[in-house]
Protein backbone atom coordinates (compact mmCIF):
# COMPACT_ATOMS: atom_id res chain seq x y z
CA UNK A 1 0.00 0.00 0.00
CA UNK A 2 2.61 2.63 0.76
CA UNK A 3 4.49 1.51 -2.54
CA UNK A 4 1.95 1.67 -4.71
CA UNK A 5 -0.31 4.43 -2.85
CA UNK A 6 -3.22 3.55 -3.79
CA UNK A 7 -5.24 5.04 -1.04
CA UNK A 8 -4.54 8.65 -3.47
CA UNK A 9 -7.17 7.40 -5.82
CA UNK A 10 -10.82 8.65 -4.46
CA UNK A 11 -12.53 6.28 -6.26
CA UNK A 12 -10.63 3.18 -4.78
CA UNK A 13 -12.36 0.05 -3.90
CA UNK A 14 -11.64 -3.13 -1.89
CA UNK A 15 -12.01 -4.88 -5.42
CA UNK A 16 -9.05 -2.62 -6.84
CA UNK A 17 -6.61 -3.53 -4.24
CA UNK A 18 -7.79 -7.45 -4.82
CA UNK A 19 -7.16 -7.31 -8.15
CA UNK A 20 -3.66 -5.49 -7.95
CA UNK A 21 -2.78 -8.32 -5.30
CA UNK A 22 -4.53 -10.70 -7.74
CA UNK A 23 -6.92 -12.20 -4.99
CA UNK A 24 -10.31 -11.83 -3.90
CA UNK A 25 -11.62 -8.83 -1.46
CA UNK A 26 -13.09 -11.32 1.29
CA UNK A 27 -9.31 -11.98 1.56
CA UNK A 28 -8.04 -8.36 1.01
CA UNK A 29 -10.72 -7.50 4.32
CA UNK A 30 -10.05 -10.20 6.28
CA UNK A 31 -6.08 -9.29 6.21
CA UNK A 32 -6.88 -5.92 6.64
CA UNK A 33 -9.68 -6.79 9.74
CA UNK A 34 -6.70 -9.04 11.44
CA UNK A 35 -3.71 -7.07 10.93
CA UNK A 36 -4.94 -3.80 11.52
CA UNK A 37 -8.48 -4.56 13.51
CA UNK A 38 -10.38 -2.13 10.95
CA UNK A 39 -12.23 -2.33 8.35
CA UNK A 40 -11.01 -1.54 5.04
CA UNK A 41 -12.71 1.92 4.50
CA UNK A 42 -11.00 2.73 8.30
CA UNK A 43 -7.39 1.66 6.82
CA UNK A 44 -7.54 3.40 3.51
CA UNK A 45 -8.64 6.37 5.60
CA UNK A 46 -6.19 6.20 7.58
CA UNK A 47 -3.07 6.28 5.08
CA UNK A 48 -4.81 9.07 3.70
CA UNK A 49 -4.67 10.78 6.85
CA UNK A 50 -1.09 9.71 7.17
CA UNK A 51 -0.75 11.17 3.82
CA UNK A 52 -2.19 14.24 4.11
CA UNK A 53 0.33 15.15 7.50
CA UNK A 54 2.95 14.41 5.35
CA UNK A 55 2.25 16.34 2.66
CA UNK A 56 1.21 19.56 5.23
CA UNK A 57 4.79 18.99 6.99
CA UNK A 58 6.51 18.96 3.54
CA UNK A 59 4.56 21.60 2.02
CA UNK A 60 3.47 24.04 4.69
CA UNK A 61 1.77 26.33 2.07
CA UNK A 62 -0.33 23.87 0.10
CA UNK A 63 -3.67 24.48 0.65
CA UNK A 64 -5.98 22.32 2.30
CA UNK A 65 -7.99 21.97 -0.88
CA UNK A 66 -5.27 20.80 -2.66
CA UNK A 67 -4.22 18.38 0.59
CA UNK A 68 -7.32 16.35 0.52
CA UNK A 69 -7.53 16.37 -3.24
CA UNK A 70 -3.74 15.01 -3.34
CA UNK A 71 -4.50 12.51 -0.23
CA UNK A 72 -7.07 10.77 -1.70
CA UNK A 73 -10.54 12.06 0.11
CA UNK A 74 -13.44 13.41 -3.04
CA UNK A 75 -13.44 16.51 -0.77
CA UNK A 76 -12.26 19.05 1.87
CA UNK A 77 -15.22 18.36 3.63
CA UNK A 78 -14.79 14.62 4.00
CA UNK A 79 -11.08 15.25 4.34
CA UNK A 80 -12.07 17.32 7.44
CA UNK A 81 -14.51 15.14 8.75
CA UNK A 82 -12.18 12.08 8.79
CA UNK A 83 -9.03 13.89 9.71
CA UNK A 84 -10.91 14.98 12.98
CA UNK A 85 -12.40 11.56 13.64
CA UNK A 86 -9.14 10.00 13.41
CA UNK A 87 -7.08 12.47 14.55
CA UNK A 88 -9.06 14.26 17.31
CA UNK A 89 -8.03 17.51 15.96
CA UNK A 90 -8.66 19.60 12.65
CA UNK A 91 -6.00 19.62 10.00
CA UNK A 92 -4.33 23.18 11.06
CA UNK A 93 -4.65 22.04 14.84
CA UNK A 94 -3.18 19.40 14.80
CA UNK A 95 -0.76 20.88 13.03
CA UNK A 96 -0.13 23.45 15.06
CA UNK A 97 0.31 20.95 17.99
CA UNK A 98 2.50 18.48 16.19
CA UNK A 99 4.57 20.33 13.82
Do not use: C
Not at 1 to 22: C, F, G, H, S
Not at 30 to 49: D, E, L, M, P, V
Not at 63 to 74: C, D, K, Q, R, T
Amino acid sequence: MKDWQLYRNPDLTIKDVAKELATNRLYVSRAINSSFGISFTSYINRKRIEYSIQLMREHPNMSLENVAAESGFVSKKAFFLKFRDVMGDSPRAYMKKNP
